[in-house]
């Protein structure tokens, strides 16, 4: 699920820019599956893909499987455009230190969204 | 050099409110009947200059906005250093009516969006006689907190920042570039603590769902509209709304999110002018 998002990040000069105080490790779960993404600087430099043992990062985004595909469409309907929407339907769980998550974040919008089919898609 | 002024006017109005002395920032644009429009939580009047600026409107109305105190170019109040800022019912209920006589409005058209719609809706229920029509764009009875608003106010997340982003994905997916970034500026100008103040009214105290019912749209027509990609206000809730209020008028706005007059005002005005003809019908 998130196989592009090194690349389609780091390629983004301004996202970048905009994330360069930030440094951290994120957790994206959907439904079993999960990934350790690592940011320094606003360059992203690792996915992983789990299973892990013991994952360490500073805050989690989990969702199920439907969630998030229907997050990554290319025009997502009512409720699923946004990772707020998904948060206030409560279908969406933001866990861990989520002041690094707040304090960036349109770069977390933005990234996530540029997963979306058409490039650069509004978060 | 070509120069092109927006028919816009803007002034500043020294009144009391609360009991204290307040500097509030008005802008107006047209002639006719009064159409006061009230903005967003954390952001200001400016969310209105396209309608000010579309002679289909101010040809007919005089459409006025402005900003709440601690908003856009209002100043907050002598002593608001030490104060945490709280919008109330009851406080903003005061501000409508005071405004309205100040600028001596004569049974205008009120238009409120958001923490304005909810107004909008308190207006209806209290003081319908003051108006000749009431619309509530995004208007809801109540919006459970789906978030920490504290994240809103505190020195490790900038304010401009997060309620730039917070909004983001509530203005709808259509918005023409330009037009979702200005709506998402004015949200990231605001002050500290502002847009967090204003969600006390949105989120807690403004809380209408057991007298919703009680509007009566026999003294004051009431017409509901709201964007299909609302998440805060959802569609879903301002119809719940709607269907306990009888003779209440709603619409669902495709394409359009919370911001549906600054994020979109094309397709807006396509959905608000028949409304406005309704009104002007009803009354001729």
Redesign the interface.
């Known amino acids: 699920m998130l196989e592009q998002l090194k690349e389609r990040v780091n390629a983004d000069a301004g996202l970048v820019r905009r994330g360069r105080y930030l440094t951290t490790t994120f957790l994206v779960q959907s439904g079993d599956n999960s990934w350790l993404v690592s940011i320094h600087g606003g360059r992203i430099t690792q996915v992983a893909r789990g299973p892990f043992v013991m994952p360490s990062s500073a805050f989690a985004l989990r969702a199920s499987e439907m969630e998030w595909e229907k997050f990554f469409l290319p025009?997502?309907p009512?409720?699923s455009?946004?990772?707020?929407?998904l948060?206030?339907?409560?279908v969406l769980k933001a866990e861990g230190d989520?002041?690094v998550f707040?304090?960036h974040?349109?770069y977390f919008?933005e990234a996530l969204a540029k997963l979306r089919p058409v490039a650069g898609g509004?978060? | 050099m070509s120069v092109q002024f927006e028919p816009i006017v803007g002034r500043y109005m020294n009144l009391d409110l609360f009991g204290r002395p307040h500097r509030l920032y008005v802008e107006e644009a047209g002639e006719g009947t009064p159409l006061l429009c009230l903005h967003t939580a954390g952001s200001d009047g400016r969310q209105y200059r396209a309608l000010m600026n579309d002679a289909r409107i101010t040809a007919r109305h005089r459409v006025i906005a402005f900003d709440m105190p601690w908003h856009g170019k209002s100043s907050p109040p002598e002593g608001w250093h030490d104060e945490e800022y709280q919008l109330t019912s009851a406080q903003y209920t005061d501000m409508v009516l005071t405004v309205m006589s100040a600028l001596g409005l004569d049974r205008p058209i009120v238009m409120g969006c958001s923490i304005g719609g909810r107004i909008a809706l308190h207006l209806a229920l209290e003081h319908p006689e003051r108006f000749r029509a009431i619309i509530g764009l995004q208007a809801g009875a109540h919006v459970d907190p789906?978030?920490?608003l504290n994240?809103l106010h505190r020195p490790?997340?900038?304010g401009g920042?997060?309620c730039?982003?917070?909004v983001?994905?509530?203005?709808g997916?259509d918005a023409p570039q330009k037009d979702?970034w200005e709506t998402l500026w004015h949200y990231m100008q605001g002050g500290p603590g502002v847009f967090k103040g204003d969600l006390y009214f949105y989120k807690i105290d403004g809380d209408i769902r057991s007298r919703v019912g009680q509007i009566d749209t026999r003294r004051c027509p009431l017409f509901l509209l709201s964007g299909?990609?609302?998440?805060?206000c959802?569609?879903e809730e301002m119809m719940a709304v709607a269907k306990s209020i009888p003779g209440s008028d709603a619409t669902i706005m495709k394409g359009l999110g919370h911001f549906p007059m600054s994020e979109n005002p094309k397709v807006f005005l396509e959905y608000l002018l028949p409304v406005l003809d309704r009104i002007a019908a009803a009354r001729s």
């Open positions: 025009r997502p009512p409720g455009n946004d990772l707020m929407a948060i206030r339907r409560k989520l002041q707040m304090a974040l349109r919008k509004a978060a | 789906y978030y920490d994240f490790d997340v900038h920042e997060v730039g982003a917070i983001s994905g509530l203005v997916p979702r299909e990609y609302d998440y805060s959802t569609p």
